[in-house]
DNA sequence: ATGCTGTTTTGAAGTCTGTCAACCTAGAGG
DNA sequence: CCTCTAGGTTGACAGACTTCAAAACAGCAT
């Protein structure tokens, strides 16, 4: 019964997107994906990221102060990080809290799954 | 003693770089890693990449007729993939092939692979 | 040598990105 | 109501990116 109706809130990962090894990726998946690895193409992104897959939640007043960089900077990388699926957003109160997508973060991670196709190359 | 000198040619993926969802990704290591993704960041790489990786080595000659974009423009993406450190090129005769770096690509893979921390965040 | 084909480099135009200062919004607490 | 703090939004600017045309380079074949 588990088996059967799979819990599809997004696009399956794998079964969407083989890894990028195994077949060549159609203009459209790369059109979908390409945002998300460009999220992931800033150093300052990179450790948000990071520091946010990190734990099961963080607060922004946790993560701004890990950078020399004023507040709407970070803003807007965290925004990026949103708008690329990658992160979820909450406000408690007072503070924000960020939380990784895990489906986002595992469909990036298939499509760079290395290739069974020899042990070589 | 086959562990004692552990074959670095580059820096060892798993060992150098847990991954991102393990523990924050320090500066350094994020200026190293961040271009990487980058590079793959643009539709147009991804699927150069793709194609690439798919195959054992392939001609540029196959890769530019896939998109409409110029010669030049290929050659240049190519190239940012090559100074990523991703993929590697060999000119033999008239035609220049590509290949893909497995020890760039798995460090990546490995930066992406999902925390065994819990279950369910 | 001369020409032909495949690939890269150079130069330039237009667009996008990263950053900050200034301002605005949401909630807590008087 | 007002004030204070945490975050986000807007506007602006310097620098980087994508793209192509033109030129340069590399190798094969007359």
Known sequence: MSKQALPVVGPDPVACCPP???????????????????ALG?????????????????????????FDLSGPTISHHLKVLREAGLVDSERRGTWVWYRVRPDAFRQLGALLEISTRDGGA
Request: charged share 20%; proline share 11%; glycine share 0%.
């Open 42 to 66: 800033d150093p300052v992104r990179l450790r948000l990221m990071s520091m946010i897959a990190s734990v099961p939640e963080i607060c922004v007043c946790d993560l701004t102060p890990a």
């Open 20 to 38: 990028i090894a195994v077949r060549p990726m159609d203009a459209d998946q790369a059109a979908v994906v390409a945002p998300m690895f460009k």
